[in-house]
């Protein structure tokens, strides 16, 4: 089992930014892929940024240039810096974890709100 405890969320106005960090605790040794996932008011839940324990990153195109995610594998961390955040970025993000054996855990989700 792996556990995930995500923080960093909050109100910020168009343009601004915010850093969400994400820990995991548990098997962290069968950890593989950690990312970010958000789901918009009335939406889908979507990938946002995913990294692997190689270090090989995935971007949504509406995010690429915006949004950078890091991980740092000996705190059993992940991160994800917001630059130049939109309304719709707006969403309650969620930090996931992937094992080698791709079974997938979730956080319990951060909101993300951006409004003047």
């Known amino acids: 089992q792996v556990q995930l405890v995500e923080s960093g969320g909050g109100l910020v106005q168009p343009g601004g930014s915010l850093r969400l960090s994400c820990a995991a605790s548990?098997?962290?040794?069968?950890?593989?892929?950690m990312g970010w996932y958000r789901q918009p008011p009335g939406k889908e839940r979507e990938l946002v940024a995913q990294?692997?324990?190689?270090?090989?990153?995935t971007y949504a195109d509406s995010v690429k240039g915006r949004f950078t995610i890091s991980r740092d594998n000996a705190k059993n961390m992940v991160f994800l810096q917001m630059n130049s955040l939109k309304p719709e970025d707006t969403a309650v993000y969620y930090c996931?974890?992937?094992?080698?054996?791709?079974?997938?855990?979730w956080g319990q989700g951060t909101q993300v709100t951006v409004s003047s």
């Open positions: 996931s974890a992937v094992s080698f054996r791709l079974l997938t855990y």
């Open positions: 990294i692997a324990r190689s270090g090989i990153t």
């Open positions: 548990g098997s962290i040794f069968s950890i593989n892929i």
